[in-house]
């Protein structure tokens, strides 16, 4: 019996040979990859500790004007230096830690951890306290099994979803730091958008007419949204909007809330612009007789379709990250809409602005795709 | 007058224009989705434990989103058991990878906290990075779930005597094709918040080694991470569901 299966599982393996070997040499890479980042603590020039014993003594209790209680303890831990000129020593530090853990952080043993510390004249350690956790072998974890997965269940369609994320990160970069060096925000704007928007649908899509429809038609979309959201803050006098978030930043918040509207409407249009004109392109082909009232009719049905979920996605996507600021000022006993005011505001527009974008660009790309395809067929014909 | 409120009205109106009857409905089922948002966010600030107000909140916001968008039928109801079997698998990841590097909270160099606010609030902030991400990929992979659930009944439909593993595949490679764009779209959305962050950062020069660990970047990171993992693995989910689902009641009607 578990030769038959046996034999099974080989036939298949030959049969995909290629697939088997890339996973495995997929799988072999990644653990050589964890392995080293697990023990790289002699590549960094801060010194790394590793935590062999915590004890833990409650000190007193925190209570505030909203009637929140904590308690405030003390970890007294004592760990092992791994690298530099004092490793293999033992050190003793002690940390402070609330309940609700946020600001300060509870360390447990077998945690890694930065630290800073004191030498005297004889070069030997009086004093250490711990400056943050190190990180970097659960960043490259997930980033393995998001890699692994991707690569299995989207085979040669996920690694070129994985390439133009990659690129799309590289251009984001680029971009950040143009608006650092102070190159003309709107030049740095059109660019980065025809990049990303040409590159992302070229490598998803390849090169035919319906990414060229998608193209256009993501680009027609980014501009009418972008061009809604001016006017409306153009003519409230932009009443409502806090840019308080983004007062850290010695740059003028509004063009930067620009900035950030195009970047993340962007995606969004370009997902509804790739499906509809490759809809329109699938039904002009199953029925090439088709005319193109009822292809823009069809059109319009799924673009009624995919428009909702769409814009929760973005509406999710964008507030998902406001949820701790926002149970502290819950928590603070300011009410529903003030929170909604002054943490909320720019979330909201600019989920409305992505919403707003999506639906504009439905029946844009609808005409556009069925007249470059429709277009093309009577060309073809004559 | 607010912007907010001129904005929801440009978006009501385009949506009535364009997505007609269908449209208000997506127009009324997003208000409801972001009240119930903060009836959750309520509920956990009252002291309900945030794990289990996350879950409870993924059930109403995928059961609105799905059952009256699209009815309760068949697609649906596939859509709806994969997104739920997706939003375990994560929490369970997310919770247990996020409580590992600690990514709860804020960092003290964090340059946008406020002075005058209370931190001592007496919250699991641990359960509550889950709850982000969880969040923020819920939207992503209804969309998903629900595109590879109706175009596989689609298939079904046309193919009737098709078998189920054939079935399975095709439906793999609906997935594949949205694969590239959803990520995107979640990427982009979570690059557009994190703009000043990574503009600060960049002008702060963190170093490589500092910036992978440090705790203002590494939860911006984790989160779009946990996000495309969400995405993928709703892929099969979503194909093994929907076939059984669909095969099921073949079986069933046969039999009868």
Same mark, same amino acid.
């Given at each position: 019996?578990?030769?038959?299966?046996?034999?099974?599982?080989?036939?298949?393996?030959?049969?995909?040979?290629?697939?088997?070997? &890339?996973?495995?040499?997929?799988?072999?890479?990644?653990?050589?990859? !964890?392995?080293?980042?697990?023990?790289?603590?002699? !590549?960094?020039?801060? $010194?790394?500790?590793?935590?062999?014993?915590? $004890?833990?003594?409650?000190?007193?209790?925190?209570?505030?004007?909203?009637?929140?209680?904590?308690?405030?303890? $003390?970890?007294?831990?004592?760990?092992?230096?791994?690298?530099?000129?004092?490793?293999?020593?033992?050190?003793?530090?002690?940390?402070?830690?609330?309940?609700?853990?946020?600001?300060?952080?509870?360390?447990?043993?077998?945690?890694?951890?930065?630290?800073?510390?004191?030498?005297?004249?004889?070069?030997?350690?009086?004093?250490?306290?711990?400056?943050?956790?190190?990180?970097?072998?659960?960043?490259?974890?997930? !980033?393995?099994?998001?890699?692994?997965?991707?690569?299995?269940?989207?085979?040669?369609?996920?690694?070129?979803?994985?390439?133009?994320? &990659?690129?799309?990160?590289?251009?984001?970069?680029?971009?950040?730091?143009?608006?650092?060096?102070?190159?003309?925000?709107? !030049?740095?704007? $059109?660019?980065?958008?025809?990049?990303?928007?040409?590159?992302?649908?070229?490598?998803?899509?390849?090169?035919?007419?319906?990414?060229? &429809?998608?193209?256009?038609?993501?680009?027609?979309?980014?501009?009418?949204?972008?061009?809604?959201?001016?006017?409306?803050?153009?003519?409230?006098?932009?009443?409502?909007?806090?840019?308080?978030?983004?007062?850290?930043?010695?740059?003028?918040?509004?063009?930067?809330?620009?900035?950030?509207?195009?970047?993340?409407?962007?995606?969004?249009?370009?997902?509804?612009?790739?499906?509809?004109? &490759?809809?329109?392109?699938?039904?002009?082909?199953?029925?090439?007789?088709?005319?193109?009232?009822?292809?823009?009719?069809?059109?319009?049905?799924?673009?009624?379709?995919?428009?909702?979920?769409?814009?929760?996605?973005?509406?999710?996507?964008?507030?998902?990250?406001?949820?701790?600021?926002?149970?502290?000022?819950?928590?603070?006993?300011?009410?529903?809409?003030?929170?909604?005011?002054?943490?909320?505001?720019?979330?909201?527009?600019?989920?409305?602005?992505?919403?707003?974008?999506?639906?504009?660009?439905?029946?844009?790309?609808?005409?556009?795709?069925?007249?470059?395809?429709?277009?093309?067929?009577?060309?073809?014909?004559? | 007058?607010?912007?907010?409120?001129?904005?929801?009205?440009?978006?009501?109106?385009?949506?009535?224009?364009?997505?007609?009857?269908?449209?208000?409905?997506?127009?009324?089922?997003?208000?409801?989705?972001?009240?119930?948002?903060?009836?959750?966010?309520?509920?956990?600030?009252?002291?309900?434990?945030?794990?289990?107000?996350?879950?409870?909140?993924?059930?109403?916001?995928?059961?609105?989103?799905?059952?009256?968008?699209?009815?309760?039928?068949?697609?649906?109801?596939?859509?709806?058991?994969?997104?739920?079997?997706?939003?375990?698998?994560?929490?369970?990841?997310?919770?247990?990878?996020?409580?590992?590097?600690?990514?709860?909270?804020?960092?003290?160099?964090?340059?946008?906290?406020?002075?005058?606010?209370?931190?001592?609030?007496?919250?699991?902030?641990?359960?509550?990075?889950?709850?982000?991400?969880?969040?923020?990929?819920?939207?992503?992979?209804?969309?998903?779930?629900?595109?590879?659930?109706?175009?596989?009944?689609?298939?079904?439909?046309?193919?009737?005597?098709?078998?189920?593993?054939?079935?399975?595949?095709?439906?793999?490679?609906?997935?594949?094709?949205?694969?590239?764009?959803?990520?995107?779209?979640?990427?982009?959305?979570?690059?557009?918040?994190?703009?000043?962050?990574?503009?600060?950062?960049?002008?702060?020069?963190?170093?490589?080694?500092?910036?992978?660990?440090?705790?203002?970047?590494?939860?911006?990171?984790?989160?779009?991470?946990?996000?495309?993992?969400?995405?993928?693995?709703?892929?099969?989910?979503?194909?093994?569901?929907?076939?059984?689902?669909?095969?099921?009641?073949?079986?069933?009607?046969?039999?009868?």
């Amino acid at each position: 019996m578990i030769k038959i299966q046996l034999s099974g599982l080989y036939k298949h393996l030959k049969n995909n040979k290629g697939k088997f070997i &890339a996973v495995f040499i997929l799988f072999v890479f990644s653990i050589c990859c !964890l392995y080293f980042i697990a023990a790289n603590d002699s !590549l960094y020039s801060k $010194t790394i500790a590793e935590i062999i014993s915590v $004890t833990q003594t409650n000190d007193k209790q925190a209570q505030d004007i909203y009637g929140n209680t904590e308690e405030i303890c $003390t970890q007294h831990i004592s760990a092992v230096i791994l690298n530099g000129n004092h490793k293999d020593e033992v050190i003793y530090m002690t940390n402070n830690i609330s309940e609700s853990q946020v600001f300060d952080t509870k360390y447990d043993i077998k945690d890694k951890v930065f630290i800073t510390y004191h030498e005297n004249s004889q070069k030997a350690i009086i004093s250490a306290s711990i400056l943050d956790l190190k990180r970097d072998k659960y960043m490259a974890y997930i !980033l393995a099994v998001f890699l692994f997965l991707i690569i299995l269940v989207g085979g040669k369609k996920g690694l070129r979803a994985l390439a133009s994320v &990659a690129i799309n990160i590289f251009i984001a970069f680029c971009l950040i730091k143009l608006y650092i060096f102070r190159v003309n925000v709107f !030049l740095i704007i $059109t660019l980065s958008c025809l990049i990303f928007i040409v590159f992302s649908i070229l490598l998803v899509n390849g090169r035919n007419q319906k990414s060229y &429809a998608a193209i256009l038609g993501t680009l027609a979309g980014t501009f009418f949204s972008l061009a809604v959201t001016l006017i409306v803050i153009y003519a409230t006098n932009g009443a409502g909007m806090h840019y308080e978030e983004m007062d850290f930043l010695p740059y003028d918040s509004r063009q930067l809330f620009a900035v950030e509207v195009i970047i993340g409407t962007l995606g969004g249009i370009m997902d509804i612009a790739i499906t509809i004109s &490759a809809a329109v392109k699938e039904l002009s082909d199953k029925s090439p007789d088709i005319d193109k009232k009822s292809l823009i009719k069809s059109g319009k049905e799924i673009g009624k379709d995919i428009m909702g979920s769409m814009a929760n996605t973005l509406i999710f996507a964008y507030i998902s990250g406001s949820i701790p600021m926002i149970i502290i000022w819950l928590k603070n006993g300011y009410s529903v809409s003030t929170v909604i005011n002054f943490n909320l505001s720019l979330e909201i527009i600019r989920a409305l602005t992505g919403s707003i974008g999506i639906v504009i660009s439905i029946p844009i790309t609808i005409y556009i795709s069925v007249f470059l395809i429709c277009g093309n067929r009577t060309g073809a014909k004559a | 007058m607010s912007i907010i409120f001129v904005l929801l009205v440009v978006l009501l109106c385009l949506m009535a224009m364009i997505g007609e009857n269908r449209g208000v409905k997506s127009f009324f089922i997003l208000l409801m989705n972001f009240c119930s948002f903060f009836i959750m966010l309520k509920a956990v600030a009252f002291g309900i434990d945030p794990i289990k107000a996350t879950i409870l909140e993924c059930i109403i916001i995928s059961s609105i989103t799905l059952f009256f968008i699209n009815g309760f039928n068949r697609k649906s109801a596939a859509a709806f058991i994969s997104v739920l079997i997706v939003v375990i698998i994560c929490i369970l990841f997310a919770y247990k990878t996020g409580t590992g590097a600690k990514l709860q909270g804020f960092s003290n160099e964090n340059p946008g906290s406020a002075a005058y606010l209370s931190y001592y609030v007496h919250v699991n902030f641990s359960k509550l990075v889950t709850c982000e991400i969880l969040i923020g990929l819920l939207g992503g992979i209804i969309d998903v779930a629900i595109s590879i659930s109706s175009a596989m009944n689609e298939v079904f439909v046309n193919t009737f005597t098709i078998s189920k593993r054939d079935l399975f595949r095709s439906g793999l490679n609906i997935g594949r094709d949205i694969l590239g764009a959803m990520t995107n779209t979640l990427l982009f959305a979570y690059l557009s918040g994190f703009m000043p962050l990574l503009i600060w950062l960049n002008m702060a020069e963190y170093s490589f080694a500092d910036l992978i660990n440090s705790k203002l970047f590494c939860p911006e990171v984790f989160q779009i991470i946990c996000s495309g993992i969400g995405i993928v693995l709703i892929i099969p989910v979503t194909a093994a569901i929907t076939t059984s689902i669909l095969l099921f009641n073949i079986h069933t009607i046969n039999k009868a």
